[in-house]
């Protein structure tokens, strides 16, 4: 018999409490400053993320949807291109397409989540002018597969790595592989600020310069307005939250993969789960698990079985993919391989306010539920 728990599937208050101090102070330090917009927490904030991915230029924007409509913007993509995404993504990656003029067109992703290259192939068009991968779940996609097609076609590629930042493939950050790179530090990130809060990285001198001045009204350092732009900066009170979330960042990133680690050891003989790939399975990915999503046969079931022992878990996306979503245009799209998983996806506990025993709980009554 399993004494009952209570295991929430996130704890803000649980994180706030870890830092309360440290989050006071550095309030404290910027509001009696009055820095609040483009100061120079920001700037340091930039610079950190600059050295954290090695990347050349980094624009904190005001959260990673505005990132997206920025990146696509500053590369001049609008009414007429297409954008390749998987439909195993956030409604953000197409609604930004959709914004900037362009038409997302989604497709199948494969037995890791991640968008399935053979089927961004087959979707190219003579109006096809991005690849937009969605490093989903704090996995980066097979980027040598995505290159090959962008050269072959000549298209651009730009990352949706909103969950994803210091992820990597083969030894390069998430972020850092296309034309551009967006991030979001909504709370629940592995960086999150107490808000919303977003970046675009670029390694391409052009682009960072577009979205500095897209995300400030088009104004130039003197102040002159020099192309149209709005307004998308990232706070400074967020970014100087996020410079001190950065100090213990590379260790929560090391939590985050010894509770997937965990996981896997504990469930991996269920055979009526399927796991996200473990932390040290090849040498080629490096996870920093935004979140462990699983693929459950009964998977309300297991959910409503969770729920009543007290753990949390989340169906990522209310359990749709983009193209199930009636009345955006996608009603004559068929994508099996995605609807079949959206029926069987589930998001266990994870965040580095969760302890041994409480990992080792929420295993417990998952064997104990396929037990029964
Ligand atoms: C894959 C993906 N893309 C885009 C976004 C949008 O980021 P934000 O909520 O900061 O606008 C998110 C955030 O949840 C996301 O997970």
């Known amino acids: 018999m399993i004494t009952k728990k209570n295991i929430p599937f996130f704890n803000y208050p649980a994180l706030f409490k870890e830092q309360e101090k440290e989050i006071m102070v550095t309030l404290h330090d910027v509001m009696s400053r009055g820095a609040y917009i483009l100061q120079r927490d920001l700037e340091e904030f930039e610079e950190n993320i600059k050295e954290l991915i090695r990347v050349k230029h980094v624009l904190g924007v005001a ?8 990146a696509l913007r500053a590369a001049d993509i609008a009414l007429g291109d297409e954008v390749i995404m998987s439909s195993h993504t956030y409604i953000a990656t197409a609604a930004s397409v959709h914004f900037v003029g362009a038409t997302p067109v989604l497709v199948e992703c494969g037995a890791d989540h991640m968008i399935n290259p053979e089927s961004v192939k087959r979707a190219i068009t003579d109006n096809t002018r991005v690849i937009m991968p969605t490093q989903l779940n704090g996995r980066t996609c097979n980027m040598e597969a995505l290159q090959a097609i962008a050269d072959e076609y000549g298209l651009i590629i730009i990352e949706d790595a909103a969950q994803a930042l210091f992820s990597k493939f083969n030894g390069k950050c998430a972020g850092t592989f296309g034309l551009a790179g967006t991030f979001s530090f909504y709370p629940a990130k592995v960086l999150g600020c107490f808000g919303d809060g977003g970046a675009v990285v670029t390694n391409d001198d052009r682009i960072a310069e577009r979205v500095a001045l897209l995300r400030d009204h088009g104004r130039n350092k003197q102040g002159e307005v020099v192309m149209w732009g709005t307004n998308s900066r990232l706070d400074n009170i967020q970014a100087a939250i996020l410079n001190m979330k950065l100090k213990t960042f590379k260790k929560d990133i090391a939590r985050r993969r010894e509770i997937a680690s965990m996981y896997d050891q504990a469930l991996r003989d269920i055979n009526d789960l399927t796991l996200p790939p473990a932390p040290d399975v090849d040498n080629k990915h490096y996870d920093v698990y935004q979140n462990y999503e699983i693929e459950a046969e009964k998977r309300d079931e297991l959910r409503s079985f969770l729920e009543e022992c007290g753990v949390g878990t989340i169906i990522q996306w209310g359990g749709k993919a983009v193209h199930q979503f009636k009345g955006l245009g996608f009603d004559n799209v068929r994508l099996p391989v995605v609807e079949k998983m959206t029926s069987r996806f589930l998001m266990l506990p994870m ?4 302890n041994d025993e409480d990992v080792k709980y929420v295993c417990d009554c ?6 029964k």
């Open 366 to 371: 998952i064997i104990s539920f396929y037990r």
């Open 351 to 354: 965040h580095t306010a969760l």
């Open 63 to 70: 959260d990673g949807t505005n990132a997206l409509i920025l």
